[in-house]
C-alpha cells in the first residue's frame, strides 16, 4: 500500500487548508481504517483523525473535534482532511496511515507540511 499526501501550505490563522491522500498498490482491506497525525517541530507525533474504511465511522483527536473533517471516498481512493479555524499550534508535518493486517498503522505517506502563521 502506498499513500501519497498533498494539500499542505502556508495559511493565515483563522483560514482553511484540505489535505488529500492518494491509496495505491493493493486493495485495501473493508477493515482498514485510515488516519491522520501530525508532528510538530520538537514534538512527537500525535493523532489527528481516523475514518474506518468500510463504514465511514470517524474519530478525532478532543482537541481538535469541530475544526478538523475526515472523510473519504471509497471509489477515487482517497482520504480528505478538512481543517478549518487553523491556529498556529496546528503548525506541523502532517502524515497520512493506513492499517495493516496487523490493525496496527502499517503503512505511511511522506508528510506534507502545514504551517499557519499569526
Known amino acids: 500500500v502506498q499513500l501519497q499526501a498533498s494539500g499542505g501550505g502556508l495559511v493565515q490563522a483563522g483560514g482553511s487548508l484540505r489535505l488529500s491522500c492518494a491509496v495505491s498498490g493493493p486493495t485495501l482491506s473493508s477493515s482498514s481504517v485510515m488516519g491522520w497525525f501530525r508532528q510538530a517541530p520538537g514534538k512527537g507525533r500525535e493523532f489527528v483523525a481516523a475514518?474506518?474504511?468500510?463504514?465511514?465511522?470517524?474519530g478525532y483527536a478532543e482537541s481538535l473535534k469541530g475544526r478538523f473533517t475526515i472523510s473519504r471516498d471509497n471509489a477515487k481512493n482517497t482520504v480528505t482532511l478538512q481543517m478549518s479555524s487553523l491556529k498556529p499550534e496546528d503548525t506541523a508535518v502532517y502524515y497520512c496511515?493506513?492499517?495493516?493486517?496487523?490493525?496496527?498503522?502499517?503503512?505511511w505517506g511522506q508528510g506534507t507540511q502545514v504551517t499557519v502563521s499569526s
Open positions: 496511515t493506513s492499517t495493516g493486517p496487523s490493525s496496527s498503522y502499517d503503512y
Open positions: 475514518i474506518k474504511w468500510n463504514d465511514g465511522t470517524t
